[in-house]
């Protein structure tokens, strides 16, 4: 071999071949692990640990990330407070009229100060973040989890919204009972009703999954999302006691899931007439929860099936 | 007379230090700690007008820092930059109409517009003149062959049109510098290819200053006339790519295959990295061992069936620097096939 | 330069126009969404009276004025200062400050909304109803008056998002503000300001004046004037408007400038 022939083969180690075996590769392989290493920050500790303690610690993982924003916190409380304190003078303004018999003024307060409770435990952002994991083809990813995304956003979501009570919700109810003296059931009825408002946040939660993947066939999530909380709102009872309906909005009301989340819970804390019968309540709760569990996972079997076909 | 003078500059970043564990997390409702940090500290460094500069670092060195100050997006903490006499955050606007800014993780294309109707916008917005806008349309697209997406959707096109566009319009107005942060990031080799060609292509017509901020080596030794390397925000290495790329010529590696062996290779300088059966490779080094001397022992102990010689890249010697920062001790240079 | 922001505006408004099934869904939507509160408002209503002396149709004239100038707002503000946390994460602020325009402004143009458009309507039609019911007939004077209101009251609107969103560029998350601030705040003018207490209503009238997005124009229109100091009030509203949108403004340039020199 003569110097000529080295220089050749020197020059050559500078081929378009080395880009694409080399550096190409290695940097694909690369996105796709930082993508992945960012989904496992993302749910931290989970997969070290056993099944069941890995919910919990998901809550946990929730709960502390609130706690980093102290003056959300502060100005939610003050947020809080001005919504009851709305609501409290409304009534004020409507009972001073007189137009209202049979219901008092500690009446609408309790159901003013529950609902915001509830209300606090209800929220959810779980249609959206369904949808942006469609949109950014992270879902791929879900599919080959040993966990089940349903309930790592029910977990997740539970866990900040207990947050959110045990921080201001029960100060705020605390407060609220001692200023108004309003009267605490006995506990038979607070457990009663702890128990029908479990499964009203589950039926809750499923109807937004539910319309969460939903999204799959659809372009954007957040207006499917905004119909679900605009008919909560209406049929629920959240905002204003479904007695202040007309009779036939009211057993209209009786036939959607809304109401079992919202207004009927409240009901049998405040030992209302119709609260007495809690067994069929409970029981009513049960049928929604089965069904919308068949009904999501139909969704979810539709949606397997057609990521199948399409390969992804 | 230096086209862009950046003087002293420091810039510092105040973050909001995390605490860990549940207790700490609480005790940082009623009190937070900050820490100061400085992502560039005391840099200084020239550049003329017409100059392709490769600006490089590893993650977190200040690259994008700098490169906002340049634009006039953030201000410095101290210090001074003139870009073409302009003091680029003082004069933002004025300062906006001679560069040209892409950015290779952000797209700034309207998602729902076809690439024309952006282009005419963006002709208003720089009030380009006409015929200036209509030749550059015409060049740029031939250039970057757009031809044939210039009038779908954004959202519908793939990452190497997107960018390729993206570049086109950033420069319709005809800047004079041009600022690439990571133009390449996640694109396929021919489109890189098409993307570093143009860039060039651009410079020899239009003696546009480039500043490119890069982590793809092959984008620096291809654009580039002269590297700029920092870490942690000081100023490492300033000089040119061909001057950059001799400091790796000392050594070289050598892959010999062969039939038979008598024994391994042994001389100094020379080190064998890599042992696989009818396989061997030595690390050479160029001051010591003579390719004469090398090539003779080597006929003489084996029967060689292929020999390649490989110089090191500027990839790996950019990694050298890299990772020889904190203790001179993983300073050693890789071969990877 | 004004035809350059016009062309953006246009485009855009188009675009979104495109999407013809998700505009129709999303029309739904708003409907939906806005109407229940409305809907809300009429059943609470019809069943127990007016309350403190306020009827029904006055105080749908109320909450018209409330969703009519806060869609307005939405329109141009809604797109740019709703994600404002986002814009500056994602680095689309960065990209906006290498563009030789008004930041401000090419913000509102390229993120104008098309969504608002159903309550235009709606608000529209109700309150026509609401005046035609409390047998208002307007004059050619109090019709420009009324668009007058409804700009000066947008305004504040405006201003109400954008004082409240605009600390995201000293505070990384600052959702809670514009909660409080402006989401919480303006849940008050629902109704009339006279059931609340009075401190509400100095917070409300010379703190953070929301209530003359509703509460004092209103009552030019249907003979009242109630709980206010001087009857100049019923005529503020677009001096209001102006002035407090323009202290937005500043805030809004203090906060660049603070991006640009302290930064995150």
């Keep these: ?312 | ?337 | 330069m004004f035809g350059l922001y016009g062309a953006f505006a246009k485009v855009v408004f188009l675009t979104q126009l495109e999407y013809r099934g998700q505009y129709i869904m999303r029309m739904i939507a708003k409907i939906l969404g806005w109407s229940s509160g409305f809907i809300l408002l009429v059943i609470l209503l019809k069943k127990v009276g007016p309350v403190a002396g306020w009827g029904l149709y006055e105080i749908l004239l109320l909450y018209t004025f409330d969703v009519l100038s806060y869609s307005i707002a939405g329109t141009f503000f809604m797109g740019g200062f709703g994600k404002l946390p986002r814009l500056i994460r994602s680095g689309e602020l960065d990209g906006i400050l290498t563009k030789p325009v008004n930041p401000l402004i090419y913000l509102i143009c390229t993120k104008v909304s098309a969504g608002y458009t159903s309550n235009y309507v709606m608000a529209g039609v109700i309150m026509g109803i609401s005046l035609h019911k409390l047998g208002v007939s307007l004059s050619f004077y109090q019709v420009i008056w009324l668009i007058l209101d409804i700009a000066g009251a947008s305004l504040i609107q405006a201003a109400g998002f954008m004082v409240t969103t605009v600390p995201a560029f000293w505070f990384m998350k600052s959702d809670g503000l514009y909660r409080l601030f402006y989401k919480n705040l303006t849940c008050f003018l629902q109704y009339p300001l006279t059931i609340y207490h009075g401190g509400i209503r100095f917070l409300l009238t010379f703190i953070l004046p929301y209530a003359f997005i509703n509460f004092y124009p209103v009552q030019l229109f249907i003979n009242k004037q109630e709980v206010m100091l001087s009857p100049l009030f019923l005529f503020l509203t677009p001096f209001v408007g102006a002035f407090v949108f323009f202290i937005a403004y500043r805030f809004w340039q203090k906060g660049l400038d603070a991006y640009q020199s302290t930064g995150s």
């Design chain 1, 1 to 312: 071999m003569n110097k000529n022939r080295l220089k050749q083969i020197l020059q050559t180690g500078n081929t378009m071949l080395q880009y694409l075996f080399l550096s190409y590769r290695e940097k694909f392989v690369q996105n796709i692990k930082k993508a992945v290493t960012d989904y496992d920050k993302m749910v931290p500790d989970i997969l070290n640990k056993g099944r069941k303690e890995m919910y919990w610690v998901l809550m946990k993982c929730c709960f502390r990330q609130q706690i980093q924003y102290k003056w959300n916190l502060l100005f939610q409380m003050i947020g809080d407070w001005l919504g009851i304190y709305i609501k409290i003078c409304i009534w004020q303004a409507i009972l001073n009229a007189g137009g209202i018999k049979n219901i008092n003024f500690e009446m609408m307060v309790s159901y003013s100060v529950i609902a915001a409770m509830v209300n606090g435990l209800l929220y959810s952002r779980i249609a959206e973040e369904l949808a942006d994991r469609f949109r950014t083809g992270m879902i791929a990813i879900d599919f080959i989890r040993p966990i089940s995304l349903k309930w790592y956003y029910f977990f997740g979501q539970l866990g900040e919204n207990l947050y959110h009570v045990l921080f201001e919700g029960f100060f705020i109810a605390a407060v609220s009972f001692l200023l108004w003296k309003l009267s605490v059931p006995g506990p038979e009825t607070v457990l009663i009703f702890l128990i029908s408002l479990c499964f009203g946040i589950i039926i809750l939660f499923s109807i937004q999954y539910a319309i969460g993947l939903l999204v799959f066939w659809m372009k954007d999530g957040t207006y499917t999302r905004m119909i679900a909380d605009a008919l909560f709102l209406l049929f629920s009872g959240i905002d204003i006691p479904l007695w202040f309906y007309p009779d036939w909005l009211k057993s209209f009301c009786d036939f959607l899931p809304f109401s079992y989340v919202a207004y009927k819970p409240i009901a049998i804390w405040l030992g209302m007439m119709e609260a007495k019968q809690w067994q069929k309540i409970l029981l009513i709760q049960l049928f929604w929860v089965l069904v919308l569990f068949i009904v999501e996972r139909l969704i979810w079997k539709r949606i397997q099936s057609s990521i199948e076909i399409q390969g992804g």
């Design chain 2, 1 to 337: 007379m230096s086209y862009i003078t950046v003087d002293h500059v420091t810039r510092e970043f105040k973050s909001f230090k995390r605490p860990k564990g549940l207790k700490n997390a609480l005790t940082t409702l009623l009190k937070r700690n900050y820490e100061v940090k400085k992502a560039v500290d005391d840099l200084s460094f020239t550049v003329d007008k017409g100059e392709l500069v490769g600006y490089i670092g590893p993650n977190g060195a200040g690259k994008s820092t700098t490169i906002k100050m340049l634009t006039g997006i953030i201000t410095p903490t101290c210090g001074t930059i003139k870009t073409g006499g302009i003091i680029p955050w003082e004069n933002r606007k004025e300062n906006a109409r001679h560069i040209g800014v892409v950015f290779g993780q952000r797209s700034q294309l309207n998602w729902d517009l076809p690439m024309e109707d952006t282009f005419e916008l963006y002709r208003r917005m720089y009030r380009t003149e006409e015929i200036k806008f209509r030749k550059n349309t015409e060049m740029f697209t031939e250039l970057l062959e757009m031809q044939p997406f210039l009038n779908k959707p954004v959202r519908q096109l793939s990452l190497g049109q997107k960018m390729r566009a993206e570049l086109a319009i950033a420069l319709l107005h005809d800047p004079e510098i041009l600022y690439l942060d990571e133009p390449t990031i996640g694109l396929d080799v021919v489109v890189k290819d098409k993307i570093r060609k143009f860039v060039r292509e651009l410079n020899r017509e239009k003696k546009t200053t480039v500043i490119l901020t890069t982590h793809d080596m092959a984008d620096i030794e291809e654009i580039c006339d002269r590297i700029i390397m920092i870490d942690h925000g000081t100023l490492m290495l300033d000089q040119s790519v061909a001057l950059f790329k001799s400091q790796g010529a000392d050594q070289y590696y050598a892959e010999v295959s062969f039939r038979y062996c008598k024994e391994p290779l042994f001389l100094d300088g020379v080190e064998l990295i890599k042992e696989l059966p009818f396989c061997h490779t030595y690390r050479i080094n160029h001051r010591l061992v003579s390719v004469n001397v090398l090539l003779s022992r080597i006929s003489e102990l084996f029967e060689v069936t292929d020999i390649t010689i490989k110089k090191p890249e500027i990839d790996e010697i950019v990694r050298k620097i890299y990772t020889s920062q904190p203790g001179e001790t993983s300073g050693q240079l890789l071969y990877t096939k």
